[in-house]
């Protein structure tokens, strides 16, 4: 289903200058002058924060596609992604596409529906950048999420203001000031029942543990876990330039036709430099759903190698699994078969 704008009369995009307005209009401003010029696409589910920033978008960028997934997991969800479309051009979108998608059950139903949601965007944005709602609190709670899986620097970076084609532009911005953006426009917010389903990790971390964290703690941990996640990033953007240059060196050589790593280079670099290069090495030829599991296995085949066999890192074909090994004084990484 798609919705496509005409001429929008004169006051489509006019907004109050309200303070919390202003907020979200500052910060996708700011979010286009370094990422993106002329024309974006907005991703709305008709909540608090992708509202705000669409009125936000439709006002500051040169022209807003918005586009609507429909999950399909509720009754009237395609009532709900009419109106979000209708609401889009109001504001001022050029037009308003709905996306209709089937869930699996693969992961779980969160993890189903983002697979989901984030294959229909990537479908229907025609080369533009996407912009999603993701806010300051959204943000606290995967660092949160990042800890508890206590996968490393790179699990608590959180998300990054634009990781082509995603980007976000509301991640200094609270969800209480969205919610005041769609109060000062006349704007009435769709509320997910699934938003408040405590079967789900993140809605309790939402409800239940960053609550508590700001009463014990005594107020701003929101901000101060966001904070951490974008000096993370940035420590980590270094350590993986760092990376790239030692995997370039462990790549040379005669014997590698840069498929196949020296362990002599590997073993003689700082840990957290050799563990990225690994990481980076293992993606580029394949893996898939790395986890910190794979990546020690597979250190260890070049710091404690004690004759031990190869490591199956995911990825692969039907019946054939990806398999990093070490032969002759460098890591290798093939198919083989199973059995």
């Known amino acids: 289903m798609s919705r496509t704008a005409g001429a929008m009369p004169g006051d489509a995009r006019r907004l109050p200058e309200t303070d919390a307005v202003l907020e979200v209009r500052r910060a996708v401003r700011g979010w286009l002058a370094d990422y993106a010029t002329g024309d974006v696409a907005v991703a709305l589910s008709g909540g608090a924060d992708s509202l705000a920033l669409t009125a936000a978008a439709a006002v500051e960028a040169d022209r807003v596609e918005a586009l609507i997934v429909d999950h399909q997991l509720q009754k009237g969800s395609d009532r709900v992604a009419a109106e979000a479309a209708a609401t889009a051009l109001a504001l001022g979108c050029r037009s308003a596409h709905v996306l209709p998608v089937e869930v699996g059950n693969d992961g779980g139903m969160e993890a189903a529906a983002r697979a989901a949601r984030y294959m229909a965007l990537d479908g229907a944005r025609g080369g533009l950048p996407v912009l999603l709602g993701h806010t300051l609190d959204d943000q606290a709670e995967t660092v949160l999420l990042g800890l508890g899986r206590g996968s490393g620097g790179r699990s608590i970076q959180g998300m990054a203001a634009f990781a082509d084609p995603w980007g976000r532009p509301l991640l200094r911005v609270r969800r209480a000031v969205t919610r005041q953006v769609c109060v000062d426009i006349g704007l009435t917010p769709f509320e997910d029942p699934h938003n408040s389903a405590a079967e789900f990790t993140r809605v309790r971390l939402r409800n239940e543990v960053l609550p508590l964290l700001e009463d014990v703690l005594g107020g701003g941990v929101a901000g101060a876990l966001a904070r951490t996640a974008e000096q993370l990033r ?7 330039a760092l990376a790239d240059e030692l ?13 196949t790593l020296s362990i002599e ?14 990481r980076a090495w293992l993606l580029a030829g394949g893996a898939k759903a790395l986890t910190n599991k794979h990546l020690q296995a597979v250190d260890e085949l070049v710091t404690g190698w004690r004759g031990q066999g190869g490591v199956a890192v995911g990825g692969g074909s039907l019946g054939r699994r990806l398999v990093a090994g070490r032969e002759h004084g460098r890591l290798t990484l093939r198919l083989q078969g199973t059995r």
């Open 234 to 240: 940035d420590d980590g953007a270094v350590l993986d």
């Open 265 to 278: 280079t590997l073993a003689t670099a700082p840990a957290a430099l050799r563990r990225r290069a690994i």
């Open 247 to 259: 995997l370039r060196a462990a790549s040379s050589g005669p014997a590698s036709n840069g498929s």
